[in-house]
């Protein structure tokens, strides 16, 4: 059984710099064509797609937020890592992890963790 | 960037109705489209994979179509279970992009 929980703090303050874990089980991230990504969803808008790692630590981000956006993968601990820079107010969503099974779109989610950017 | 509209953004069925959901592509996607379930305080269903494959263990009532540019899930004979937020997914080329999603509400 594949299950993701996402991780970190629920409320960063403007400027900021927001870390968020990805805890999995199910699957292992070194096996061949496998990734973890991070999608979010702002309160009553559409989702955005973040960024994603492969098992070969090949990753891709959203040319919008490249600049921003670090992902990083522990194997030995079945944890991905995001990290968002200089965060603001606009950047207050939901965070999902997400695993890449076939490493060409996400095909189990985690639940979600709720982040408020506010002073 | 493939732009996704989803549409409608909010629909009422009655149990047993059809519902069709559409997404329309802003450049051809081949079939590279999917198609996700969520509720509240849930994780996502994959539910639709490649425009017309049913996810395994997915009730035979969901169903894809389409291909290029516009695209359709369609829930047959819909059940009050089925209320939730469905969403689209193109995987044809980076950066990933969602359609606006649709709320369904079982009357």
């Known amino acids: 059984q594949i299950t993701l929980k996402e991780s970190g703090p629920t409320l960063v303050k403007p400027t900021q710099t927001l870390t968020l874990t990805c805890t999995f089980s199910?699957?292992?991230?070194?096996?061949?064509?496998?990734?973890v990504g991070w999608i979010r969803q702002p309160p009553g808008k559409a989702l955005e797609w973040l960024a994603l790692i492969y098992w070969d630590d090949d990753k891709r981000y959203s040319p919008s937020l490249k600049s921003r956006l670090t992902i990083t993968k522990d194997t030995s601990k079945n944890q991905v890592v995001l990290t968002m820079t200089n965060m603001d107010p606009v950047d207050t969503a939901t965070y999902y992890c997400?695993?890449?099974?076939?490493?060409?779109?996400?095909?189990?989610w985690g639940q979600g963790t709720l982040v408020t950017v506010s002073s | 960037e493939t732009t996704l509209t989803q549409s409608p953004a909010f629909m009422s069925a009655t149990p047993g109705d059809k519902v069709n959901i559409s997404c329309k592509a802003s450049?051809?996607?081949?079939?590279?489209m999917n198609w996700y379930q969520q509720k509240p305080g849930e994780a996502a269903i994959f539910i639709i994979q490649?425009?017309?494959t049913l996810v395994p263990g997915i009730p035979p009532r969901f169903s894809g179509s389409g291909y290029g540019t516009d695209f359709t899930l369609t829930i047959n004979n819909i059940e009050s279970e089925d209320a939730a937020y469905y969403f689209c997914?193109?995987?044809?080329?980076?950066?990933?992009?969602f359609g606006g999603g649709t709320k369904v509400e079982i009357k």
């Open positions: 490649e425009a017309t």
């Open positions: 997914l193109q995987h044809d080329n980076f950066p990933l992009t």
């Open positions: 199910g699957f292992s991230l070194s096996t061949s064509g496998v990734g």
């Open positions: 450049q051809d996607i081949d079939d590279d």
């Open positions: 997400a695993c890449y099974g076939s490493g060409s779109y996400p095909d189990y």
